[in-house]
């Protein structure tokens, strides 16, 4: 498994060690989020080993070896931080041409604008300015690195998110988010239906119509996922906004219980 190529970021020179291991592990025809697992998997175990070594060998073996081990043990940190949450590819397949939504200048998900890049969500967007961008939606909360990766590989476990980003490249910096959930319905034949959630663009990038291209984009993918149908909640001012992507307004009222802020 290689690094993703869009938006891709500098990586240390100890990164060098740690693709062979990658290339070694990636067998054909496995899934991706086995890969994900199989690269993780090698990762603790290389982290394990070194513990170990730490605790049972003395002398100049040890200081001949650690460098090289700790370089490994970072660069695979490194390549798991880069992860996207799910396969690129689902969005760079998307026939765009199919897309009801009008865009003045033209942009895609291959091309959302200069310098930026839509992709699926990474661990290391944590330290890219993910958080200040949702706290302009609503209360984000303070996270430590832990829960966050936490976080994100429980949601990758159960296949069933898709959050994507727009990074401003030349900043480095999470500029826009949003989330498709995927429900499993027995209604319907065993159907799918795709839920768009926490749409947010950064004040500083909003009118370059990034908030049209995330639902867009979300909307394509939930119909490419085979979902029967897509919905989304959004207050009374972004009505018309949403018509204008193809949402119609429910007769439905949406309720809520809140427990925590």
């Given at each position: 498994?290689?690094?993703?190529?869009?938006?891709?970021h500098p990586a240390s020179p100890a990164l060098s060690f740690c693709l062979p291991i990658s290339r070694h592990h990636r067998l054909?025809?496995?899934?991706?989020?086995?890969?994900?697992?199989?690269?993780?998997?090698?990762?603790?175990?290389?982290?394990?080993?070194?513990?170990?070594?730490?605790?049972?060998?003395?002398?100049?073996?040890?200081?001949?070896?650690?460098?090289?081990?700790?370089?490994?043990?970072?660069?695979?940190?490194?390549?798991?931080?880069?992860?996207?949450?799910?396969?690129?590819?689902?969005?760079?397949?998307?026939?765009?041409?199919?897309?009801?939504?009008?865009?003045?200048?033209?942009?895609?998900?291959?091309?959302?604008?200069?310098?930026?890049?839509?992709?699926?969500?990474?661990?290391?967007?944590?330290?890219?300015?993910?958080?200040?961008?949702?706290?302009?939606?609503?209360e984000a909360g303070d996270v430590t690195k832990e829960q966050f990766r936490a976080k994100f590989d429980h949601i990758k476990r159960t296949g069933d998110y898709y959050v994507v980003v727009v990074e401003d490249t030349?900043?480095?910096?999470?500029?826009?988010?949003?989330?498709?959930?995927?429900?499993?319905?027995?209604?319907?034949?065993?159907?799918?239906?795709?839920?768009?959630?926490?749409?947010?663009?950064?004040?500083?990038?909003?009118?370059?119509?990034?908030?049209?291209?995330?639902?867009?984009?979300?909307?394509?993918?939930?119909?490419?996922?085979?979902?029967?149908?897509?919905?989304?909640?959004?207050?009374?001012?972004?009505?018309?906004?949403?018509?204008?992507?193809?949402?119609?307004?429910?007769?439905?009222?949406?309720?809520?219980?809140?427990?925590?802020?």
């Amino acid at each position: 498994m290689t690094l993703p190529q869009s938006g891709a970021h500098p990586a240390s020179p100890a990164l060098s060690f740690c693709l062979p291991i990658s290339r070694h592990h990636r067998l054909p025809g496995l899934g991706w989020h086995f890969q994900y697992r199989r690269l993780k998997k090698t990762l603790l175990l290389s982290v394990r080993f070194q513990r170990l070594k730490d605790s049972s060998l003395k002398g100049p073996m040890i200081n001949s070896t650690t460098h090289k081990d700790v370089g490994v043990i970072r660069a695979c940190e490194m390549l798991l931080d880069e992860m996207p949450l799910f396969d690129p590819s689902l969005l760079q397949d998307l026939d765009w041409s199919s897309s009801k939504v009008s865009f003045s200048p033209p942009i895609s998900p291959l091309n959302p604008g200069d310098g930026l890049v839509l992709r699926p969500l990474r661990p290391a967007d944590l330290d890219r300015g993910l958080y200040k961008v949702l706290s302009q939606l609503t209360e984000a909360g303070d996270v430590t690195k832990e829960q966050f990766r936490a976080k994100f590989d429980h949601i990758k476990r159960t296949g069933d998110y898709y959050v994507v980003v727009v990074e401003d490249t030349n900043l480095g910096q999470i500029v826009a988010t949003a989330t498709l959930i995927i429900e499993h319905k027995f209604i319907h034949a065993c159907a799918k239906r795709g839920r768009v959630e926490e749409v947010v663009v950064s004040d500083v990038c909003r009118g370059k119509q990034l908030g049209k291209l995330l639902v867009a984009t979300l909307t394509l993918l939930s119909k490419k996922l085979q979902c029967y149908k897509i919905t989304l909640e959004c207050a009374e001012k972004n009505v018309e906004f949403y018509k204008k992507l193809g949402y119609t307004a429910s007769a439905e009222t949406y309720m809520q219980c809140r427990f925590f802020n």
